[in-house]
């Protein structure tokens, strides 16, 4: 079984920066594309970011896009979100997930292993 851990968040200003990250173990992490969600409270479950195997190739929802950047190690098997001009529209519980296939997706419902979640709060 995949295990996926997040880490890296906390309260912060408006404006502010974070970086997230995504230990993963117990399975195949640099053959599948990772992403990042988050879940804002009371709302569902959105897209942030996503980046292919290879590192080749990335996507990032329009929200976030100029601000935050997904990266990932495959030799520590980590993935990472730096978050930039953070809003407070952005607070929400992050979650790292790896992706079923090896393309890449914007779909909750393609993604089959899922870390617990880490809190980002920005105050304004």
């Known amino acids: 079984q995949v295990h996926l851990v997040e880490s890296g968040g906390g309260l912060v200003q408006a404006g502010d920066s974070l970086r997230l990250s995504c230990a993963a173990s117990?399975?195949?992490?640099?053959?599948?594309?990772m992403a990042w969600f988050r879940q804002p409270p009371g709302k569902e479950r959105e897209f942030v970011a996503v980046?292919?195997?290879?590192?080749?190739?990335?996507n990032l929802s329009d929200s976030v896009k100029g601000r935050f950047t997904i990266s990932r190690d495959s030799a520590k098997n980590t993935v990472y979100l730096q978050m930039n001009s953070l809003k407070p529209e952005d607070t929400a519980i992050y979650y790292c997930?790896?992706?079923?296939?090896?393309?890449?997706?914007?779909?909750?419902?393609?993604?089959?292993?899922w870390g617990q979640g880490t809190q980002v709060t920005v105050s304004s």
């Open positions: 997930a790896k992706c079923k296939s090896p393309y890449i997706s914007r779909l909750v419902r393609d993604y089959d292993y």
């Open positions: 980046i292919s195997r290879t590192d080749s190739n990335s």
């Open positions: 117990g399975g195949t992490f640099s053959l599948y594309p």
